[in-house]
């Protein structure tokens, strides 16, 4: 487990953008496993920037979000569907029918989860997996008590994930109940992970990640099993660390 400490969320952007730039100029039919919330936002910034500076291509690459909520149609604006063609597949060559993300209206959920586990595995796996963290050390939707062997799954919302996620919303009656998203085993099978982490919001539960024991308690402690896995954090997410690590 490589820790890369950043100064901020600027830099990080930077950084997480770099390598993910890096592998698919590299492998041009890459499969990316993507990631939403606030944290990668200045990351899927920079990829446009770039592409429009110096032409990326991602004409050959497929992506996979890790989630989705339960009832939300893909033109919802609060749909993880609606954030990644607003900030990322809208302004990049991505062929479309190659970016995928759990339907989460107008199908039954649980079959859902199967046929999105099997088409992760058709398509070969995924290369490069971006994480963020939650609060409570859930990475995709995968709660605290999810079992480290699961793959897709139907998830109901902790209380506090409804709270932290309800700034995009009206209000907390209208945050989704349910999630459909990658199980821990599907993130895990990832050749590669970078695991975003911004914020003094974040210290305690990366302290968890980097120095407390693997438990499924806290679902992203998983990580350290992980052999090929970089966090990149900022000073602000380090706060809580016992230790030094590596400054970029
Ligand atoms: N399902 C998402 C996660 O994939 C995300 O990583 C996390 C952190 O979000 P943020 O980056 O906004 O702090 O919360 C959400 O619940």
Redesign the pocket.
């Known amino acids: 487990m490589k820790v890369n400490v950043v100064k901020d969320i600027e830099e990080l952007s930077l950084v997480a953008a770099k390598r993910m730039i890096e592998k698919v100029r590299r492998q041009p039919t890459t499969v990316l496993g993507l ?6 936002l200045g990351t899927y910034r920079k990829l446009v920037q770039d592409f429009q500076e110096n032409r990326t291509s991602y004409k050959h690459v497929t992506t996979f979000n ?2 989705e909520y339960v009832g939300l149609a893909a033109t919802d604006k609060n749909s993880y569907h609606y954030y990644m063609n607003d900030h990322l597949f809208g302004q990049i060559n991505i062929n479309q029918a190659q970016t995928f993300l759990p339907n989460g209206a107008g199908v039954d959920p649980s079959e859902e989860c199967l046929r999105y586990e099997e088409k992760i595995r058709q398509s070969g796996g995924i290369d490069l997996q971006i ?5 409570n050390g ?4 995968n709660e605290p008590g999810t079992s480290f062997s699961s793959q897709t799954h139907v998830v109901t919302l902790a209380e506090t ?1 409804r709270v ?2 309800s700034r995009y919303f009206p209000s907390l009656a209208d945050v989704p109940t349910e ?1 459909i ?1 990658m199980g821990i085993e599907t993130i895990m099978k990832a050749r590669e992970i970078l695991l975003l982490v911004s914020g003094e919001k ?1 210290a305690k539960a990366l302290r968890e990640v980097i120095e407390g024991s693997v438990s499924e308690t806290v679902p992203a402690t998983v990580l350290r099993n992980h052999p090929n896995i970089t966090i990149i954090a900022d000073e602000a997410s380090v706060k809580c660390l016992t230790k030094e690590y590596q400054t970029l």
Do not use: Q, V
Request: glycine content about 18%; charged content about 15%; cysteine-free.
């Open positions: 990631a939403t919330g606030s944290t990668p890790l989630d994480l963020g963290l939650g609060e859930h990475i995709g939707f994930t932290a996620n999630a998203t974040k």
